[in-house]
Structures are given as structure tokens and as C-alpha cells.
């Protein structure tokens, strides 16, 4: 109320006029309008001066703000700031607090009417456009105001020689060097806006074609991630057809990072200018002419646009009627959209950027505006997507106004209200979950697994994915396209790009090695190329420039002699030869740096050799691996220098361990390899590809898996591929079991699938029919060869001397805190000993007896010395672990004394 | 199956099975759920008590064991062997697989690959070639023997697809047969070289004398099998220039040996309608079956029955016992000692003598057996 005063309502009854004049509003207004009267607020000036009080004041203070009070200024620029005061003239934004207030009165009155923050409606999503503009906005203003700086510098000099050059002044790449910092780093401190953002920019992941794909769908939220609320995290339905249900990290980020849906389309900001006066004429009446009574007259709707009000309407359906009208024509953007609240009386416009929105058809009083013809000529090839949009037979409809229309999700399902036909519903999800043949009948985190493993799946990363240099690359040798796609696979193109294979699955328990998801592999199939893959790892060399103007060198390798034998693989020019084969250690630069880097030499390229050390760099691989130089690059770095990348391949087959997963969620390592005679053969001598173990099925309810398994089969006996679109069956996108098992039979199969298997080790038949049939497996980047590691003794530490940590440091297994408590519970001391020391770090020490402190051997005297006592009296000699004796030393140099006191064992 | 009560049997069945035991001996039941009785009764003395000797007699398996080629082409054999035990039909089929022998690449030596396709790659795709060359010719060879013209086949593939042509697809046929061996030589010492210079210069192989020479290969004895298979692509300006050297080896080893694209059997179904079904019934039953193993005939007075007429056709897809009753009328059966085995042959050698290579193998390794064990 106050706040009212001080922008100059200061009428008590005008205040409540505006915000209504239901008595339950003035009952809830009551102890303001009390606070007023004590207060002795009565007047705006009053007012003002009352929340004066309230204001912080600073030590230091702005000349304008002395002038008009913080108070005032507060007001005017930082209280709701996006409704614009022309000198003084609070009146809008009086009638926006009024209108604030009573939503909020609303809301206290009846809890419907509170908004929810997590509907989708609710929400925007912010761009890189939108990020780099505040960006440059930043960063053009501090490069004016450094012009501005050293021209004022050079503008007070008294003597000026020559005439004043702007150009001169502008600081050089400021906006370049804070646009790459800002993207390299991904960094996004924008003083000027209060922003401090990390983590903005990502490095596209290229792991494959579907992480790519599926990573420029991602949604990041702005919620801090380790806070347990269940609100934001959970589905929302308002994200129907908007952001795919299915695809969503677990853990930590579950349900708040998102991804896109397929069609979904993510608004520009649209200009604004136009779109007001245009509503204008269509009969909004202005705010400035509204007394507070009128303002929520019954049968008039507030206008809000982009969240200011523009002014009211007396007939809101027949202006939106008409903005929409405008729209399909093409008038108006066709991403502006119309959303009429009855519940709160309220037509909201929005041409912002950042609303998620998505393509329906328009139907009229249920009868699609989309006819047969339509189709026809889109098929032809006359018409396109954009050609549907613009003769209006189709429209983006953001969130908020799905909820004016009417949705029916089949053309057949149509009643005279509706006003939309959805295009398809297989488009709810996105491109991850539409990989998933059947995703409707599985168990729905399974969909969500399968979603998370699609992009680690090996297959083709690009068209140029031979051309590229990536740092790491897994490439399978013989991809193929999925026997059971879906519409979406067709549409992203993963049925050209693919990952994984087909692989002809028996669904039965063999030889026990097939426990806890563990598949069995035929060798033969792994022979043929089931599985193969391409690891590519890159290894960079830099041919440094130093500042004296010398440079590294790279020399023709030596022949003979000691380092000959590593030195195979180089060409006479120094690098490795693309095609030779790699071995650890071997290496593959012969490159020399120069001993004097910095004291600059009077002719640098006329160094004599002995002026050089080598820096030779040798390649670290596992042990084993035959991998091969694949190609040499020559480039430059950004300081010039040149910079020469090798691309090592190695060739893998499938071996015990390996990852492998259909598309339903349900990975499994490979647990036995086992020679195709011992396979089991069927009535028609197949011979499956891997076994899966039926067990993986009960619990993980994946019955699209099965229904792949049956349309797999069904494809391959009658040379058609089948479909399996989400919800597609309808609608003919999705072949139906029935019809699937009746073409089984045509082709002699059974209906459901099952095969009569023979033994491929005794011969007899088994005595269970065994459901077989093609299930496209992926192989995952998990592999055995990047992850096992053992080792006897190694490297250590040099600080304590304890064996070093990781596999990639050839460290040591720790026996951590956990397994030593259970040693002490068990009371195997000797082994504790043996671990926590004698494979550790045992040092042997000499104690003083009668100090307890630590001294040393006197290799001389052949005796142990007390460096304290000066003696070697009572010293006597133990063992103990190295960082034992360090985190003594370390004691003694902080004043701490450890004092050892020793008894007979 | 017709059970019989066990007060109707004969008091001292002797010399004889009941009939329906005799049905579980001989035959494997396929029933809706599940297949029953698919174990071969090995026990000698498992009827022992009805007094039937169960061991295996060699001059009753002489006596009953037949072969019947039912089809043979180039590359396919179909034929039934009648009279055997599944273990030893599965052991022709696993040896088949694994254990007859024949060439195949297994050392490609790059000259140069500047194609797409890496050279391990290449290298597996060439050794997955089928070649026609016949591996009793040849002898193994251990990994200190040198290659010579007893244990080792050179091809030669040298393409190149010149810049500003179209792509070419390399197939199979552009592999050449080189009888006289390698022809890249071996990088040697210059000394050495200095001192034999007249002689023939070293190269991969040791090749006393061309293989065309040798009495056992004839003119067009070793080629491959197929003209057609894709090797690789080349895009302008890229060249392939290799050397492949196969060598004899088993299935065992790695699936290129294996000189059967597949081997198997299946047992001889056996359909039988436990009683008459008749009319619509019997026409149901032809129309559920989708290889047409039933016909009808007519029995006269305008009645209609079913038959099985082609029960060889049978794939036990099951249609005609699901659903109703009809595994009351409909018994699926699988004869337990009659197998139709089928050969399909890689191209390395025909068919049918691949299985004698089988059987020839079975009985080394029979003789194997008994050596060691006197």
C-alpha cells in the first residue's frame, strides 16, 4: 500500500478499485491500508520519505540519487523493471502491482489458482544468440568506454601535434579475445549484468553419430543440481509432445537435464513494435484510458504481452480468433501465440524468444485441413514442410496455447470441437528414445537406459569420419542398419549412420557363463567380423619455436646403432610412416630441442648438433595391442608452430568382457566365447550369433525387445524391413505382433517365435523350444583391453613411497580402510602387516630410545646416531612404514614433537 | 500317443518293447509346449528288465545304417542317414565345421593401401575368400617352416584407380594366382645380395619351382571360388598393391578354414493324425499347414479325409497343433535315428567329398584313440 502511495495513487479507494472490489479482497487489503494510517502515510511525498527509512543507505553516494531519494529511484528503476515509467508516470506500473496483488489475493483465497513453477508453459529457454548478444552488449560498452577513457587522456594534453584519430584508440580485439575467452572456457562473467556463469559452452561430444545428435537436444537447467526436490525433476504432463519423457540422465541430474522432442522448435524473439500496435487496432483498449473500476470489468480480459499489459478487450475470443487468423495467414510470425485464460481473465500474446513450441495440423470443426492431395504433392516432392506451414494447414503452437485447443491424436479420433490433429505420436519423444524399436512396450526406465547407452554405442560418427582428427574415435568395421527401424531412425538418418548390428539371438541358458546379464558369443561370428571395431587415438607433437628464435628439430632417424630398433617405424624425414605397425616404446618423432632456449643466439639455424638434446616421444601403449600409424598430420597451432598429430589405429574383436546392448536398455558383458559346432543349430541350421539369457527378461519387462526379436524375424524371411515407431501401430508406423507372427508362419516359423534347436554337443534336440530370431546389438566403448590392469611391484610414489595410484600409472590395488577393518576383525594381523607395510612402504629407522625421536645411520661409524641426543648410545633399529616416518618430520617442522617409545616385542 | 494301461500288457513282454515305449525309444515328441523324449537311450541294459537288449551292435548298424543322396549340386549335398546315433551324425557335423581342413589367407603382405579401408581390415576381409584349392594337396604349415610350394598359395592383388576415373569396386577376380611365389623380395643385407647376385633374388617364399610344374596341380587347380566378392573400394588417385599368402589350416582355428558355409541335420519329422479328421476339419487343417504338408482324399460317400502326404516338408512351425484340441487330433514326431544332413560347401571341395574328409577324419582320430590306448 505503501508502495502504492509512493507511485502516486494515494487514494485508498482507488487502490482498491483496481485490484477489485470483492470484500475478500479489501478484508486480506485491510491491515495495509492500517499499516498506512500509523504510519502516517497519506500522501506520495510521505510515502517516499517512509520507505527512505527502509532503504540501505551506501557510504557512498550517486548526486542524481541524493537528489530524487534511493527511495524514488528504487522505484522506478529496479521494482519491476520491465515495465517502462516515462518521467514519472508510475501509472502502469501502479496497475501491474495492483494486478500482482490480485493474483496474489487470488492465490491466498484458492489455492487452484497458484501458477506452477514447473510447467513448461512457465518457462524459457535461453539461447547462445541470446548469450552471446549479452555478451557483446558487455563487451561493445566496455570498449566505448575505453575509447571514451584515453580520448579524454588525450583530449586534456594541452599540446596536441596531430589531429584527433578515433580509430586510433579503439583497443584492438576486445570483443574478439572476450567472445573466444567466453566461449573456449565456457565462462560467462558479465559484470555489467551481475552474471558469473561456468560450464556454458560444451565441446560437442563425437563419441557417435547419436551422441552428437542427441547432445544438441540437450536441455541444462539453470537449478543447482544437488538439491533433492522432486518438483522440477518429475514429468511434467505440460512437456507433452515438447521434451522427450524418455531421455534424461540418472542421478544426480535425473529429470532436470532434458532433451528436445523431435519436432519441437525453440522461438526467436519476434519484434515487438508491430505486434502492439496491430493489437491496438484490433480493438485493445489502452491502459492509460482505464479508470481502476473498469480494469476488471466483467467480460473484459487484460491483454498482456510478453508479460506487460497492454490494456483490455472486451471480446478475447474474437481477437484471438483474429491474431490466430493473422497468424496462419502469414501476417504475423507464425511462432507468436495466443493464449486466452479464462481463469484469470487474461489474453497473453507472446513473441519472445526461447517458448518451446511444436507443428500441429488445423483441423475445422474436427475435418483436418491436411487432404489426401496434400499428401500426394508432398510426396511428389512439390510440397514441402514449409509450403504446409505457410498455406495454414499447419502451425507451431506454443505451451500455453496448446491449452486453448483441442488435440485429438488421430485424424478418425476427431470431434467437432477439435481444432488440432497431432502430426504423429511417435514424435513425443526425441532422437535417443527413437531409436528404440517398440519403446511403448517396455518398462519406461528402460527407454530411459537406452537412451544414456545409445550414445555410447560404436558405429559411424560422420560422413568425414576418416577425415577427422579426434582425439578419441570408435568405429565399428561393419555397421549395418537396424532390421526393425522406426520412422525416426528413417528422419535423423541413423539408418545410414548406424551403430550396431544385427545379431541373431537365442534366448536360453548355456554352458553358466551367461549369469547376470553375460551374453555368450559364437566364435565364428566374431571371425566373420560380428563386433569388429576401429579404435583411433590421437597423439600430438609440437615443433616449438623459443624465444632466442631457435627452434626443435626433427632429424632423420638413426639406423644403426642404439636406438635403432625403435626408430623402425620412422621415415627418413623423422615421423612415423602411416601403415607401420606400433609398438610400446617405439618412437615416433625424432625430434631434438635445443639446449639454450632462452639466451638469444646469433644465428639460429646454424646450431651445431651438439646444441640439441633429443626429445624424442615414444608411444605408451597397452602391451600387446598391434596398433598401426593410420595417417600423419601436419598443421599449425595458434602460436604458429608446427604441430604434427598421429593417428594410431588399433583393430579389436570382441573378447571376454566386452560391453555389448540391445536397444532396450539391457547391456551385458560377453561371458564365454564359444566355437559355432558347440552352438546349438536350428531345424534350418542357424546358428545364433550370441546367446542372451532368458532371465534378463522377467524383471526388466522389456517386451519390445521380444516384439524386435519377432519383427527381426519376420523382416529377414520376407525381405521387408519392419517398422516399430513409437505408438505406431495405429497409425501404421509400427507393425503389429499379429501380423508379424502370421508372416512367421507363412515362411514355415512358428507363431511365437520358438525354433525346434538341436544341441550343437550332444546332437539330441533340446528339450524346449528356444526363441530365436535378429535382435540389433550394439557395442558399447566399455572395452576389457582400456580398463584391465593388474601388477606385481612398480612404480611408487616419490613423496611416501607407497605404490602409485590408477591404471594409467601402473598402480598399485589398494587395500582400503573398509577391507582393513574386516582384516582386524578377522585378526589377520600378519596379513595387515604384510600389506599395510611390507608390500608398501617399508623404511627401516633408527630410534633413539631416550629421546624417542628419529636419527640416522652413520654408514662410518656403522652405527645409528640420534641427531638430537649427538650419541648413538640407545639407538636401536625398527621398521616402519616411509609415511609414518614422514608424518613425523612433518610434525617436527610445524613445533610438534613425536616422541617414540619403544618396548620389548 | 496311445498309452496302454499296465493291466493290459503282456505278463513277461519278452523279446519285445511295449508299443508306446517302443514310441519314446525311437521317436522325439514335438508337443506344443515343449519337445519330450529327445534323449537317445544309451544304457545298454536299459530294458533290460522286458528283456530287449539296448547295446549297440556293429553288424545290426552295418546291417541297418543307409545313405540316401536325396540332392547334390556343386555346392550342395542333401542326403538321409538312416540308422545312426545323433552323437555320431553330430560328430560328422562338427568335424565338418571345424576339423576338415583347407586354404585360406592368412598372411597379407601391404605394398602399399592407400584406399579407405585399413589394412587389418582388408587383410580379414581377403581371408574370409573361399579358395578352390584343393587342401589334401597341401601340408600344414608350423610356424618354423619356411613357405614353399607344399604348404603355401600366393596371390597377388595390385589395383589402382587412376585420378580423374570414377570409383572402381575391387572384386575377387582382380586376386592373382602367382604359381611361382612372392614376388616382393626380401630386404636383405647388401652384403649377402653382393654374393649370390646370379642367383634368384630373396623374396617371401621359398619356392623350389613353380606350382604349375607339380604333377597334382593342373592348369586351373587353384583359383577362388567366386568372381564376385567385394574387396574393397578405391576413389580416384588410391592404389592397393598386396601380396596374400594362404595357407591350410582347420575350422578350429578361425572360422575362414571352415570348409562349410554350414553343415547340419535335422531329424525326419513324422506327422501323424491320431484319429480321422475329416471334412471342414480336414480342410482347416490343409490350410493351417503353411508347406503344405497334409492333403485331402476322398474316402467316398462325399466324405473328405486328411492325410500327410509330405511329412519331409514338415518345419515344425507348429500351426497345426496350436490352439483347440487339435494335439489330440495332430502328433508331431521326430524319427530319432534318421537324419537329413545337409552339406553347403564353401567351394574348397565338393560336397560330397567334403564328407568323406569327415568321415576320414572321424576314423584318424578313432585310430587315434585306440593307439593310445594300447
Known amino acids: ?905 | 500317443m496311445p498309452t496302454v494301461s499296465p493291466l493290459e500288457m503282456d505278463d513277461v513282454p519278452m523279446g519285445q518293447l511295449p508299443p508306446h515305449i517302443q514310441l519314446q525309444r525311437t521317436r522325439v515328441f514335438c508337443a506344443s509346449d515343449a519337445p519330450t523324449q529327445t534323449e537317445n537311450i544309451q544304457y545298454s541294459g536299459a530294458y533290460a528288465s522286458m528283456g530287449v537288449d539296448n547295446s549297440f551292435r556293429l553288424d545290426d548298424f552295418v546291417k541297418n545304417f543307409r545313405v540316401e543322396v536325396v540332392r547334390l549340386d556343386e555346392d550342395d549335398i542333401e542326403f538321409d542317414m538312416i540308422g545312426i546315433d545323433a552323437a555320431l551324425a553330430n560328430a560328422f557335423r562338427r568335424i565338418l565345421i571345424a576339423e576338415v581342413p583347407t586354404m585360406a589367407i592368412e598372411k597379407v603382405l601391404f605394398a602399399n593401401n592407400t584406399s579407405v579401408i585399413p589394412d587389418e581390415v582388408l587383410a580379414h576381409r581377403l581371408g574370409l575368400i573361399p579358395i578352390k584349392a584343393d587342401p589334401r594337396l597341401f601340408e600344414y604349415m608350423s610356424e618354423n617352416d619356411t613357405p614353399n610350394e607344399k604348404n603355401t598359395i600366393v596371390f597377388k592383388l595390385h589395383v589402382q584407380c587412376k585420378r580423374g576415373d570414377p570409383r572402381i569396386t575391387v572384386k575377387s577376380d582382380q586376386l592373382e594366382w602367382l604359381p611361382n611365389g612372392s614376388e616382393f623380395q626380401l630386404v636383405t643385407d647388401n652384403s649377402t645380395s653382393n654374393s649370390n647376385s646370379n642367383s634368384k633374388p630373396k623374396t617371401y617364399t621359398s619356392f623350389s619351382r613353380s606350382q604349375t610344374s607339380l604333377p597334382e596341380f593342373s592348369e586351373d587347380s587353384i583359383a577362388l571360388k567366386h568372381n564376385d566378392i567385394t574387396i574393397a573400394k578405391l576413389g580416384p588417385g588410391q592404389e592397393i598393391e598386396l601380396e596374400a599368402h594362404a595357407v591350410k589350416g582347420v575350422g578350429k582355428t578361425h572360422a575362414k578354414w571352415s570348409p562349410v558355409a554350414t553343415a547340419w541335420y535335422r531329424m525326419l519329422p513324422e506327422v501323424v493324425l491320431l484319429e480321422n479328421v475329416e471334412d471342414e476339419k480336414a480342410e482347416e487343417l490343409v490350410k493351417k499347414c503353411p508347406v503344405n504338408v497334409f492333403d485331402i482324399e476322398d474316402v467316398g460317400e462325399g466324405k473328405r479325409r486328411a492325410t500327410v502326404a509330405r511329412p519331409r516338408a514338415c518345419t515344425l512351425c507348429r500351426e497345426c497343433i496350436r490352439g483347440d484340441d487339435w494335439e489330440n487330433r495332430v502328433a508331431l514326431r521326430r524319427v530319432k535315428n534318421h537324419f537329413i544332413f545337409t552339406i553347403e560347401s564353401s567351394g574348397a571341395l565338393p560336397p560330397e567329398v567334403l564328407f568323406t574328409e569327415a568321415v576320414k577324419v572321424l576314423e584318424s582320430k578313432c585310430e587315434q584313440v585306440i593307439s593310445d590306448l594300447s
Open chain 1, 1 to 905: 500500500m505503501v508502495i502504492m502511495k509512493a507511485m502516486g495513487i494515494e487514494s485508498d479507494q482507488e487502490v482498491v478499485q483496481m485490484i477489485g472490489r470483492d470484500p475478500r479482497y479489501g478484508a486480506l487489503l485491510l491491515p495495509s491500508i492500517q499499516e498506512c494510517v500509523e504510519e502516517n502515510v497519506y500522501t506520495q511525498q510521505q510515502a517516499l520519505e517512509y520507505l527512505e527509512t527502509k532503504v540501505k543507505r551506501f557510504s557512498f553516494s550517486y548526486g542524481s540519487v541524493e537528489k530524487e531519494g534511493r527511495a524514488l529511484s528504487i522505484i522506478r528503476d529496479v521494482f519491476l523493471a520491465n515495465v517502462l515509467v516515462h518521467d514519472l508516470h508510475f501509472r502502469p506500473k501502479c496497475i501491474y502491482v495492483a494486478v500482482i496483488l490480485r493474483r496474489m489475493m487470488e492465490a491466498v483465497l484458492n489455492k487452484d489458482a497458484i501458477d506452477d513453477k514447473d510447467y513448461v508453459g512457465n518457462k524459457r529457454l535461453e539461447l547462445s544468440g541470446q548469450m552471446i548478444s549479452l555478451l557483446f552488449e558487455d563487451l561493445f560498452k566496455t570498449m566505448n568506454s575505453e575509447v571514451k577513457k584515453s580520448t579524454d587522456n588525450l583530449l586534456e594534453k594541452s599540446s596536441r601535434s596531430s589531429k584527433l584519430d578515433i580509430s586510433q584508440h579503439l583497443a584492438r580485439d576486445i570483443i574478439t579475445h572476450g567472445l573466444e575467452r567466453a566461449i573456449s572456457t565456457g565462462n560467462w562473467d558479465v559484470k555489467r549484468f551481475k552474471m558469473h556463469r561456468k560450464g556454458m559452452t560444451q565441446v560437442v561430444l563425437r563419441l557417435s553419430f547419436i551422441a552428437t545428435v542427441g547432445h544438441m537436444t540437450r536441455i541444462l537447467p539453470q537449478f543447482e543440481k544437488s538439491r533433492k526436490v522432486s518438483g522440477p525433476r518429475a514429468l511434467q504432463p505440460s512437456q507433452w509432445g515438447m521434451l522427450c519423457p524418455c531421455d534424461t540422465p540418472e542421478g544426480e541430474a535425473c529429470g532436470l537435464v532434458k532433451n528436445l522432442s523431435l519436432m519441437t522448435h525453440v522461438t526467436t524473439d519476434d519484434e515487438e513494435g508491430p505486434l502492439i500496435s496491430l493489437c491496438h487496432s484490433l480493438g485493445v483498449e489502452d491502459l492509460e484510458l482505464l479508470s481502476g473500476e473498469e480494469l476488471h470489468a466483467p467480460n473484459s480480459f487484460l491483454v498482456m504481452f510478453n508479460g506487460l499489459i497492454l490494456g483490455k478487450h472486451r471480446k478475447p475470443q474474437h481477437f484471438a480468433t483474429a491474431l490466430r487468423k493473422l497468424r496462419r495467414a502469414g501476417i504475423i510470425g507464425e511462432f507468436v501465440s495466443v493464449f486466452v485464460n479464462e481463469k484469470q481473465k487474461c489474453i497473453y500474446i507472446a513473441s519472445d524468444g526461447g517458448r518451446v513450441c511444436r507443428p500441429l495440423v488445423i483441423a475445422d470443426k474436427g475435418i483436418s485441413r491436411v487432404k489426401e492431395h496434400h499428401m500426394k504433392e508432398l510426396k511428389v516432392g512439390i510440397r514441402t514442410f514449409n509450403d504446409f506451414l505457410r498455406d495454414g494447414l499447419i502451425e507451431y503452437l506454443d505451451v500455453n496455447e496448446q491449452n486453448n485447443a483441442l488435440i485429438a491424436l488421430y485424424e478418425g479420433e476427431a470431434v467437432p470441437e477439435t481444432t488440432h490433429i497431432e502430426i504423429e505420436p511417435f514424435t513425443i519423444l526425441g532422437v535417443c528414445a527413437g531409436l528404440i524399436p517398440f519403446p511403448h512396450h517396455n518398462q519406461s526406465p528402460r527407454n530411459t537406459y537406452q537412451c544414456a547407452m545409445g550414445k555410447q554405442a560404436m558405429g559411424n560418427i560422420a560422413y568425414n569420419q576418416l577425415c577427422r582428427m579426434d582425439s578419441l574415435l570408435y568405429l565399428l568395421v561393419y555397421p549395418q542398419r537396424p532390421l526393425l527401424t522406426t520412422r525416426t531412425i528413417e528422419l535423423v538418418g541413423y539408418d545410414k549412420l548406424g551403430a550396431g548390428q544385427n545379431a541373431t539371438v537365442a534366448v536360453m541358458s548355456y554352458s553358466g557363463y551367461d549369469i547376470e546379464d553375460a551374453i555368450v558369443m559364437n566364435k565364428s561370428s566374431l571371425d566373420r567380423g560380428f563386433g569388429r571395431c576401429i579404435v583411433t587415438k590421437k597423439l600430438t607433437a609440437i615443433n616449438q619455436k623459443y624465444a632466442n628464435n631457435t627452434m626443435d628439430r626433427i632429424i632423420r632417424p638413426q639406423r644403426v646403432g642404439r636406438d635403432a630398433e625403435r626408430m623402425q617405424i620412422l621415415d627418413d624425414d623423422g615421423l612415423a610412416a602411416p601403415g607401420e605397425i606400433i609398438r610400446p616404446y617405439d618412437i615416433y618423432i625424432n625430434k631434438q630441442s635445443p639446449i639454450n632456449k632462452e639466451i638469444s643466439v646469433h644465428s639460429p639455424a646454424g646450431l651445431p648438433d651438439s646444441a640439441y638434446k633429443s626429445a624424442i616421444q615414444t608411444y605408451k601403449g597397452p602391451r600387446g595391442e598391434t596398433a598401426v600409424v593410420d595417417r600423419v598430420a601436419l598443421t599449425s597451432d595458434k602460436d604458429n608452430n608446427l604441430c604434427i598429430k598421429f593417428l594410431i589405429r588399433h583393430t579389436r574383436r570382441p573378447e571376454l568382457g566386452d560391453k555389448f546392448s540391445s536397444r532396450h536398455g539391457q547391456k551385458g558383458v560377453c561371458g564365454t566365447i564359444i566355437q559355432q559346432e558347440d552352438f546349438p543349430f536350428s531345424e534350418r541350421g542357424i546358428c545364433p550369433d550370441l546367446i542372451m539369457n532368458p532371465h534378463g527378461f522377467p524383471s526388466r519387462m522389456t517386451i519390445g525387445k521380444m516384439i524386435e526379436l519377432l519383427g527381426g524375424k519376420a523382416g529377414v524371411s520376407c525381405g521387408r524391413f519392419h517398422y516399430g515407431s513409437a505408438f505406431g501401430e495405429p497409425s501404421g508406423h509400427a507393425d503389429r505382433v499379429e501380423v508379424i507372427s502370421e508372416t512367421l508362419v507363412k515362411h514355415g516359423f512358428s507363431y511365437s517365435g520358438k525354433d525346434f534347436i538341436y544341441s550343437g554337443i550332444t546332437g539330441s534336440p533340446l528339450q524346449a523350444y528356444i526363441f530365436m530370431g535378429p535382435i540389433y546389438y550394439q557395442k558399447l566403448k566399455h572395452m576389457v583391453l582400456d580398463k584391465m590392469h593388474a601388477r606385481a611391484s612398480g612404480p611408487r610414489v616419490m613423496l611416501t613411497r607407497q605404490p602409485t595410484e590408477g591404471r594409467s600409472r601402473d598402480g598399485g590395488l589398494r587395500l582400503g580402510e573398509m577391507e582393513r577393518d574386516c582384516l582386524i576383525a578377522y585378526g589377520a594381523s600378519m596379513l595387515i602387516y604384510e600389506r599395510l607395510m611390507v608390500s608398501s612402504d617399508p623404511f627401516e629407522v633408527q630410534v633413539c630410545r631416550a629421546c624417542g625421536l628419529l636419527g640416522y645411520y652413520n654408514y662410518k661409524l656403522k652405527a645409528g646416531i640420534c641427531s638430537t641426543c649427538k650419541n648413538g648410545d640407545n639407538i636401536s633399529t625398527m621398521k616402519l612404514p616411509y609415511a609414518c616416518k614422514l608424518l613425523f618430520q612433518e610434525l617436527q617442522s610445524m613445533n610438534i614433537v613425536p616422541r617414540l617409545k619403544l618396548a620389548e616385542a
